[in-house]
């Protein structure tokens, strides 16, 4: 069974700093990976998704990574501002034969940027 | 606007009554979904439904009923037999199961 890691859970930084927030996943035959951003009581957005093939996707200052193979994806976030304040969700969407093609998510990184 | 509504934003109910949850989208999407999402866990997966008059369970159906009649539109009925219903619960949609799933602003359910 496909389990999703997002560490750190809580992650505390001052405006214009880079970041780093990282995504593990135990099974690597993955289709593609997802990165939401939730806001405080809000339903999901969608950020980038990466297809299994591919090793980054970039979206103004985010940028996502892939590695399949050791099971990990990390999403950088470039000159933080206090609007990027969200949880940050990581999904893996599993093969049609693993898993039926659904999402699983990781429990979320806690983002708060500081002015 | 085209996206995903979701009603009411808040539902209070008493332990023992039955409860339906609205998700309507108009992305003319095939496929739809529910979760639910607990405080310090992540999205758990209730029902799918990739077409019309079609669904399967996710990996926490037990106590939840769904129906798809229409393109449009996926309820969730959260019945007397869940034991534990208070929750996020967050509806969404894709074009097809393989594509970005787009969600709904969700419903927070209080069963007191």
């Known amino acids: 069974k496909q389990e999703v890691t997002q560490i750190p859970a809580a992650l505390s930084v001052p405006e214009g700093e880079n970041l780093v927030l990282n995504c593990s996943f135990t099974?690597?035959?993955?289709?593609?990976l997802q990165w939401f951003r939730q806001d405080p009581g809000k339903g999901l957005t969608s950020l980038l998704l990466?297809?299994?093939?591919?090793r980054e996707q970039t979206s103004g200052r985010l940028n996502a990574s892939l590695d399949k193979s050791s099971g990990r994806s990390t999403l950088y976030i470039a000159a933080s501002q206090p609007g990027d304040s969200a949880t940050y969700l990581c999904?893996?969407?599993?093969?049609?034969?693993?898993?039926?093609?659904?999402?699983?998510f990781g429990e979320g990184t806690q983002l708060t940027v500081n002015p | 606007d085209g996206g995903i509504t979701q009603s009411p934003k808040y539902l209070f109910r008493k332990e023992g009554q039955n409860v339906t949850l609205s998700c309507e989208q108009n992305?003319?999407?095939?496929?739809m979904y529910w979760y639910r999402q607990d405080p310090g866990q992540g999205l758990r997966l209730i029902y799918y439904?990739?077409?019309?008059?079609?669904?399967q369970k996710g990996d926490i159906a037990e106590g939840y009923s769904v129906s798809r009649e229409k393109k449009e539109s996926f309820p969730l009925t959260v019945t007397s037999a869940q034991k534990n219903p208070t929750a996020f619960y967050l509806c969404?949609?894709?074009?097809?199961?393989?594509?970005?799933?787009?969600f709904g602003p969700g419903t927070r359910l209080t069963v007191t």
């Open positions: 992305l003319n999407h095939d496929a």
């Open positions: 999904a893996v969407r599993g093969s049609v034969e693993t898993s039926g093609s659904r999402l699983t």
């Open positions: 099974d690597s035959a993955i289709y593609n």
């Open positions: 969404a949609s894709s074009i097809d199961r393989d594509s970005s799933q787009y």
């Open positions: 990466i297809q299994s093939s591919q």
């Open positions: 439904s990739q077409i019309v008059n079609d669904f």
